[in-house]
């Protein structure tokens, strides 16, 4: 039966009663302590405003005055029911009413070591099984003790036809599976086995006219996640799947296959010419020398076409070396983080060419005194391409390095009337390409220099901010620069009530020999003078001025915002 067509036929009153008892948070619902939640609670906002616009220079790019209503409640039933709705009218566009329809709900229903799973929800049993896809069913986590069972039962998406003069068409089937998960420990220590079947209906199932055709697919996948705690300073974890993927379904099976597991995979899914198996995994080893010195040690390999029908999406065809310390030093005054890492694809050598990358990265905070502190980072990409199936050409090889240098000074004080932040920021980003032959096109280096300070009134409750920024952007086709400054103010005034913020800032640029100048000033005033009334104001004003004029007209723009809400 059609969802859409079954609920126009229910009354207005009866419809919205159905929806306050099957509309849920997309979270876990706690039923423990239901018996002292509030029965019924309703909040929201409710505003009026109105907003009038002018440009000049530019075609104005919405209507000279305008006014509207809005409203956002949420209906709660013992604080584990939630139902929202949103208006908004505008005189200038349709009104939109939305609130909860059948189309998507769910609730997780929790009491004490038992969570249920009903309506649409999603699961998370490994990262190469079932990964948070979301599924139209139910299921169960249970935890009594240091047991950790789950399982699950639902449809994962619904039977579609393709329709040529719709262009987001996608032709689908019916997929449905199941997932199970059984295991034992804490989530500091434990060892969970799961196994996730899913596949497409084919009850309707026709053999496909073009080889373009959709055909039904199949999925099981056996998936080992553990971390153990082999000493109270070594920590061991691991996270696997074989995954078995059949294609077409609706291909002949292989009767005459043989081998370890086989008679398993034949009793769940459908094994035919189309279907292959491939594995994925990552393992990591982590070590405390101290407690303010650590290391780990990760490998992470995933085949090529590896896939789960249990999540989104998957990288797959590489594999990475990966290595990560920390320390805390000198009484936690400085602290060190480093990571190093090597990944590499084609894996199966099917590829024409086979990309290597190395990826390292260093980062320290060194807090001087109470005042004065410095932030440092590093950080280096390379990646090379070398030959697989075919010879590489030279003038398409891919050998880049990518450089990323931060240099962060600070420093802030708070005494009984002031406060004072001011910190300096150096950024430098160099693309070294190392093919002389495409070096002139991609080779870039970008500097960003940006000094901001703040300065609080705390017995006036004044702040005021500066801020300056100079950025260049040069390679061998052409050269940008730009200046920025910016000043602001804020205060609050009346024991709180009223506060107001205003923000201005300059901007002048210079890309391709095109001088360009951008003035902004905004300027908000809020007065709350009852706690659940606010009275706000806001007016922005925007010149833009260029030299050239066919790169970009120059014009001006002002708009303003005037606005009651009311709290509930």
């Given at each position: 039966?059609?969802?859409?067509?079954?609920?126009?036929?229910?009354?207005?009153?009866?419809?919205?009663?159905?929806?306050?008892?099957?509309?849920?948070?997309?979270?876990?619902?706690?039923?423990?302590?239901?018996?002292?939640?509030?029965?019924?609670?309703?909040?929201?906002?409710?505003?009026?405003?109105?907003?009038?616009?002018?440009?000049?220079?530019?075609?104005?790019?919405?209507?000279?005055?305008?006014?509207?209503?809005?409203?956002?409640?949420?209906?709660?039933?013992?604080?584990?029911?939630?139902?929202?709705?949103?208006?908004?009218?505008?005189?200038?566009?349709?009104?939109?009413?939305?609130?909860?329809?059948?189309?998507?709900?769910?609730?997780?229903?929790?009491?004490?070591?038992?969570?249920?799973?009903?309506?649409?929800?999603?699961?998370?049993?490994?990262?190469?099984?079932?990964?948070?896809?979301?599924?139209?069913?139910?299921?169960?986590?249970?935890?009594?003790?240091?047991?950790?069972?789950?399982?699950?039962?639902?449809?994962?998406?619904?039977?579609?036809?393709?329709?040529?003069?719709?262009?987001?068409?996608?032709?689908?089937?019916?997929?449905?599976?199941?997932?199970?998960?059984?295991?034992?420990?804490?989530?500091?220590?434990?060892?969970?086995?799961?196994?996730?079947?899913?596949?497409?209906?084919?009850?309707?199932?026709?053999?496909p006219v073009k080889p373009t055709d959709r055909t039904p697919v199949e999925n099981l996948a056996v998936g080992l996640t553990s971390r153990l705690s082999i000493t109270q300073k070594l920590i061991f974890s691991f996270d696997g799947s074989v995954s078995v993927l059949t294609k077409n379904a609706g291909d002949p099976d292989l009767l005459n296959l043989k081998g370890f597991g086989s008679s398993f995979v034949k009793s769940l899914i459908t094994f035919n010419m189309s279907s292959a198996y491939f594995t994925a995994f990552k393992t990591s080893l982590a070590y405390?020398?101290?407690?303010?010195?650590?290391?780990?040690?990760?490998?992470?390999?995933?085949?090529?076409?590896?896939?789960?029908?249990?999540?989104?999406?998957?990288?797959?065809?590489?594999?990475?070396?990966?290595?990560?310390?920390?320390?805390?030093?000198?009484?936690?005054?400085?602290?060190?983080?480093?990571?190093?890492?090597?990944?590499?694809?084609?894996?199966?050598?099917?590829?024409?060419?086979?990309?290597?990358?190395?990826?390292?990265?260093?980062?320290?905070?060194?807090?001087?005194?109470?005042?004065?502190?410095?932030?440092?980072?590093?950080?280096?990409?390379?990646?090379?391409?070398?030959?697989?199936?075919?010879?590489?050409?030279?003038?398409?090889?891919?050998?880049?390095?990518?450089?990323?240098f931060t240099l962060m000074p600070r420093y802030s004080k708070v005494t009984a009337t002031n406060s004072h932040f001011v910190m300096l920021n150096f950024s430098r980003m160099k693309l070294d390409d190392k093919n002389k032959r495409t070096a002139q096109q991609t080779e870039t280096k970008t500097s960003i220099i940006a000094l901001n300070y703040s300065l609080g009134f705390l017995q006036s409750r004044t702040n005021l901010t500066f801020g300056v920024n100079y950025t260049t952007l040069a390679n061998n086709m052409y050269e940008g620069k730009m200046i920025s400054?910016?000043?602001?103010?804020?205060?609050?005034?009346?024991?709180?009530?009223?506060?107001?913020?205003?923000?201005?800032?300059?901007?002048?640029?210079?890309?391709?020999?095109?001088?360009?100048?951008?003035?902004?000033?905004?300027?908000?005033?809020?007065?709350?003078?009852?706690?659940?009334?606010?009275?706000?104001?806001?007016?922005?004003?925007?010149?833009?001025?260029?030299?050239?004029?066919?790169?970009?007209?120059?014009?001006?723009?002002?708009?303003?915002?005037?606005?009651?809400?009311?709290?509930?």
């Amino acid at each position: 039966m059609n969802t859409s067509s079954f609920l126009s036929k229910i009354p207005t009153v009866i419809r919205l009663a159905l929806l306050l008892l099957l509309s849920f948070h997309a979270t876990a619902q706690d039923f423990t302590n239901i018996k002292n939640a509030k029965p019924f609670s309703i909040n929201g906002n409710i505003g009026v405003n109105s907003v009038f616009y002018n440009a000049s220079g530019i075609n104005n790019r919405q209507a000279p005055f305008s006014y509207g209503f809005s409203a956002n409640a949420t209906a709660s039933l013992y604080g584990v029911v939630s139902l929202p709705f949103s208006f908004v009218w505008y005189n200038q566009q349709q009104s939109n009413f939305n609130y909860p329809t059948f189309n998507r709900f769910g609730i997780s229903p929790k009491y004490k070591w038992i969570t249920g799973h009903f309506g649409h929800r999603s699961m998370r049993f490994s990262e190469y099984t079932l990964n948070g896809h979301t599924f139209l069913g139910a299921g169960v986590d249970l935890t009594p003790g240091k047991f950790r069972l789950s399982a699950m039962y639902g449809k994962f998406n619904q039977n579609s036809e393709y329709d040529p003069y719709k262009a987001d068409s996608i032709p689908r089937f019916t997929r449905r599976g199941w997932a199970v998960k059984a295991g034992y420990g804490t989530e500091k220590s434990f060892v969970d086995v799961s196994l996730l079947r899913i596949g497409d209906d084919t009850k309707n199932y026709r053999p496909p006219v073009k080889p373009t055709d959709r055909t039904p697919v199949e999925n099981l996948a056996v998936g080992l996640t553990s971390r153990l705690s082999i000493t109270q300073k070594l920590i061991f974890s691991f996270d696997g799947s074989v995954s078995v993927l059949t294609k077409n379904a609706g291909d002949p099976d292989l009767l005459n296959l043989k081998g370890f597991g086989s008679s398993f995979v034949k009793s769940l899914i459908t094994f035919n010419m189309s279907s292959a198996y491939f594995t994925a995994f990552k393992t990591s080893l982590a070590y405390r020398f101290t407690d303010r010195v650590g290391a780990a040690v990760e490998y992470r390999r995933i085949d090529p076409e590896y896939q789960s029908l249990g999540a989104y999406f998957c990288n797959n065809d590489l594999a990475v070396y990966s290595f990560n310390a920390d320390a805390r030093l000198l009484e936690n005054k400085l602290m060190l983080r480093g990571s190093l890492g090597i990944q590499r694809d084609n894996l199966g050598n099917t590829k024409k060419h086979t990309s290597g990358r190395t990826v390292g990265s260093l980062a320290g905070t060194y807090n001087i005194d109470q005042n004065w502190g410095v932030d440092v980072n590093y950080s280096n990409l390379s990646t090379n391409q070398r030959s697989g199936r075919s010879p590489l050409i030279d003038s398409l090889r891919l050998f880049q390095v990518n450089h990323n240098f931060t240099l962060m000074p600070r420093y802030s004080k708070v005494t009984a009337t002031n406060s004072h932040f001011v910190m300096l920021n150096f950024s430098r980003m160099k693309l070294d390409d190392k093919n002389k032959r495409t070096a002139q096109q991609t080779e870039t280096k970008t500097s960003i220099i940006a000094l901001n300070y703040s300065l609080g009134f705390l017995q006036s409750r004044t702040n005021l901010t500066f801020g300056v920024n100079y950025t260049t952007l040069a390679n061998n086709m052409y050269e940008g620069k730009m200046i920025s400054g910016s000043l602001g103010a804020a205060k609050s005034m009346l024991k709180d009530k009223m506060s107001l913020n205003w923000t201005n800032t300059l901007m002048l640029n210079k890309v391709g020999g095109n001088d360009g100048t951008t003035f902004n000033s905004y300027l908000a005033a809020t007065y709350r003078p009852l706690p659940k009334h606010a009275f706000s104001l806001g007016m922005n004003y925007i010149k833009n001025t260029y030299s050239n004029k066919e790169y970009a007209p120059s014009y001006n723009e002002i708009r303003g915002d005037i606005r009651y809400g009311y709290s509930f």
